[in-house]
Structure formats: structure tokens, C-alpha cells
Nanobody
Framework: QVQLVESGGGLVQPGGSLRLSCAASGSAFGISVMGWYRQAPGNQRELVAT???????AYADSVKGRFSISRDNAKNTVYLQMSSLKPEDTAVYYCKVTAILRDYWGQGTQVTVSS
């Protein structure tokens, strides 16, 4: 089992920045891909960004150039640096990791972009 604890969400004005963190514990030694997803009210959960164990990132088109994903394998932690935030980025952000062919989800952290 892998447990995930997310932090860093909150309220920010348009154009602002936030950094999300997700720390994995438990059977975290087998983690391969780590990523962030988001779900806005009335919408399906969508991919934001992923990163392989080797550090190769991938981004949704809607966040390219504004968001940056990174990870610290020694700490089993993944980060999402969000800049130039827009109201349409408002959502609950979820961390997901894949460990030994099984997916684990965090509890979610709210990000609200509003003036």
C-alpha cells in the first residue's frame, strides 16, 4: 500500500502562483510514474502533468508553459509549480502515483483562482 499526502492548495489571484506537493509513504519503493490530475465542478477528472522516475515530464496543452512538474525520488515526493494561474485552473487537484502496476490517489487539494 502507498499513502499520499497532498499540500499547497489555496486561494490565489489570477496571474499568481502556487506550488503543490504530494508525499508518498508506505510501499513507495516501487513508484514509477507520478502525476497530477484535476477536477472542476461538473467536469470529468483530467490529466494535468506526469513525470517518470527518470524525470521525463508530460503536460496537458492547457498548462504547457505555465506549470512545471518535478519530483524528488529520495523523498518520494512530486511537486507541481503553477504560475500565471487563470480562473479556469480552479479545481480540486489530485496526486496519482503508479507503484508495481497499481494506481494510488491522494485525497485532493482545492485550488481556487479568483480576484
Amino acid at each position: 500500500q502507498v499513502q499520499l499526502v497532498e499540500s499547497g492548495g489555496g486561494l490565489v489571484q489570477p496571474g499568481g502562483s502556487l506550488r503543490l506537493s504530494c508525499a508518498a509513504s508506505g510501499s513507495a519503493f516501487g513508484i514509477s510514474v507520478m502525476g497530477w490530475y484535476r477536477q472542476a465542478p461538473g467536469n470529468q477528472r483530467e490529466l494535468v502533468a506526469t513525470i517518470t522516475r527518470a524525470g521525463t515530464p508530460a503536460y496537458a496543452d492547457s498548462v504547457k508553459g505555465r506549470f512545471s512538474i518535478s519530483r524528488d525520488n529520495a523523498k518520494n515526493t512530486v511537486y507541481l509549480q503553477m504560475s500565471s494561474l487563470k480562473p479556469e485552473d480552479t479545481a480540486v487537484y489530485y496526486c496519482k502515483v503508479t507503484a508495481i502496476l497499481r494506481d494510488y490517489w491522494g485525497q485532493g487539494t482545492q485550488v481556487t483562482v479568483s480576484s
